[in-house]
């Protein structure tokens, strides 16, 4: 097993890596702070893995995914799953005021997640093999007041990994969606209100390592419940959904 991961010290990301790494994966960090990535290395290698290796690259500013993506692949000694685990939530009342901050919300979470993907669909494609796994939002499912600007970048990065998904149908590679409920990580640090339906990234970590191998369709909530929480949110009457402060 070979994994790439790109956004690697995100907590989600991390908690995955421990999992590959105990089955004794190779594994590529990438990230844009060196120090966490070489730290987490070290952890992982101590943790079983047969590799694990680092590179710096700020995601959304690469000017050459795929040639990249090709160093990625021969640093890791080839691809098998591609884990595109970065993000940001950004503010949205800051977005709703200033375009350029909108953008670079959209930028982070959708531009950026496609161009990588679109990357790595092209090489599974050119070795007819490999999964993709992608980590998306319920967030996307509908658009809330309080979240609506990462809420369409990941509702656009959902409907980006059910292309490739399409795209590959009945040829060997695959394309995974993820899409954890709110999570206790770094970037809902400040929220308020954690309760039953919170998640450790632990718990989401769990589904992205079993869900790779065995998920039959395209995307994946998770927990599972939330296909169910989503399905009556996006059926909610607009009346009743505009009086409620979700
Ligand atoms: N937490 C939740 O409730 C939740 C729910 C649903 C989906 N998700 C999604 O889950 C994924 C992982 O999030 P998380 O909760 O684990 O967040 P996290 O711990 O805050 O990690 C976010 C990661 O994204 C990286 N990143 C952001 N912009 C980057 C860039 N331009 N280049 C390289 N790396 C960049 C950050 O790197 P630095 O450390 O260098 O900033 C950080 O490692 C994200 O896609 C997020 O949208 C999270």
Redesign the pocket.
Same mark, same amino acid.
């Given at each position: 097993m070979r994994l790439v991961i790109?956004?690697?010290?995100?907590?989600?990301?991390e908690a995955t890596a421990r999992l590959y790494a105990a089955e004794g994966a190779a594994i590529l960090l990438v990230?844009?702070?060196d120090q966490?990535l070489s730290a987490m290395a070290n952890d992982l290698r101590e943790r079983g893995a047969r590799l694990a290796e680092t590179t710096v690259?700020?995601?959304?500013?690469e000017p050459d995914v795929m040639a990249r993506l090709e160093e990625f692949a021969a640093l890791a000694g080839g691809i098998d799953h591609f884990l595109i685990?970065?993000? &940001?939530?950004g503010l949205q009342g800051e977005a709703e005021k200033d375009p350029a901050a909108a953008d670079a919300v959209l930028r &982070?979470?959708f531009n950026?997640v496609a161009a990588w993907s679109l990357a790595a669909a092209a090489y599974f494609e050119r070795e007819r093999r490999g999964t993709l796994l992608v980590?998306?939002? &319920?967030?996307g499912d509908r658009g809330r007041r309080a979240n609506y600007v990462?809420g369409a970048a990941?509702a656009g990065v959902a409907a980006f990994v059910e292309g490739i998904a399409h795209r590959f149908a009945d040829t060997g590679p695959r394309a995974l969606l993820i899409?954890?409920?709110?999570?206790?990580?770094?970037?809902?640090r400040g929220m308020a209100g954690r309760g039953m339906l919170w998640s450790s990234?632990e718990q989401i970590a769990a589904i992205i390592y079993r869900q790779a191998r065995k998920a039959r369709g395209p995307v994946v909530y998770a927990p599972w419940f939330w296909r169910y929480v989503m399905l009556i949110i996006r059926n909610l009457p607009v009346r009743v959904f505009n009086r409620m402060d979700i």
């Open positions: 790109l956004g690697a010290t995100s907590a989600i990301a990230g844009r702070n966490r690259c700020d995601l959304v500013s685990a970065y993000g &940001v939530m &982070v979470n950026s980590i998306g939002s &319920v967030a990462y990941k899409k954890p409920g709110p999570t206790d990580t770094p970037m809902t990234p």
